[in-house]
């Protein structure tokens, strides 16, 4: 059974960047897409990007200038960086695997709320 | 991209059936069979319901389906229970190659 998990700081200032790292047991990250996907407060998921044999990143374009997607596969890991960030990125932050980059996450992490505030 | 349109809200009664619309453009729905249907509790994680349209993975329950007709696609649930009640989302893949999620729709069971 594949399981993902979500660690980093849940407090992020302005301008700051934000860090998050997904540790995935269960399974290779050395296959596969591996996503990450956020939700503000009461709002809807915002898909953030993915990652694909470590080389190979997507990302929405509306947050492509600030966003990072890194994977480490002696640690079965990946990351998010997220750069100058404003309260408009406060939300809880998901990380996911979608078996062929066509957007159907199918194993999900538990989500980390991220708060942006000084 | 902008996001799928789907209903705030809707609702129906034990035993009903209710269906749930996800409107976007050629673009996404209407240009690729890559959609599909989370569901999500208050305070977990989103769950796959459906993909490639209509879809279901293992475990999920045969009373959800789904279609697609031009730039709309459809979840129903049918057998209504009240444990379906949560907030549904649809998804779809792009041209711009990125995926574009719904607005959520808020499922009430009477």
């Known amino acids: ?118 | 991209q902008s996001a799928l349109t789907q209903p705030a809200s809707v609702s129906g009664s034990p035993g009903q059936s209710i269906t749930i619309s996800c409107t976007g453009t050629s673009s996404d729905v209407g240009g690729y069979n890559y959609v599909s249907w989370y569901q999500q509790h208050p305070g977990k994680a989103p769950k796959l319901m459906i993909y490639d349209v209509s879809n279901r993975p293992s475990g999920v329950s045969n009373r959800f389906s789904a279609s697609k007709s031009g730039n709309t696609a459809s979840l129903t649930i049918s057998g209504l229970q009240a444990e379906d009640e949560g907030d549904y989302y649809c998804s779809s893949y792009t041209s711009s190659s990125i995926v574009v999620f719904g607005g959520g729709t808020k499922l009430t069971v009477l």
């Open chain 1, 1 to 118: 059974q594949v399981q993902l998990q979500e660690s980093g700081p849940g407090l992020v200032k302005p301008s700051e960047t934000l860090s998050l790292t997904c540790t995935v047991s269960g399974g290779s990250i050395s296959s596969y897409y591996w996503s990450w996907i956020r939700q503000p407060p009461g709002k809807r998921l915002e898909w953030i990007g993915y990652i694909y044999y470590s080389v190979s990143t997507t990302y929405n374009p509306s947050l492509k200038s600030r966003v990072t997607i890194s994977m480490d596969t002696s640690k079965n890991q990946f990351s998010l960086k997220l750069s100058s960030v404003t309260a408009a990125d406060t939300a809880v932050y998901y990380c996911a695997r979608d078996l062929r980059g066509y957007g159907a996450p199918d194993y999900w992490g538990q989500g980390t709320l991220v708060t942006v505030s000084s």
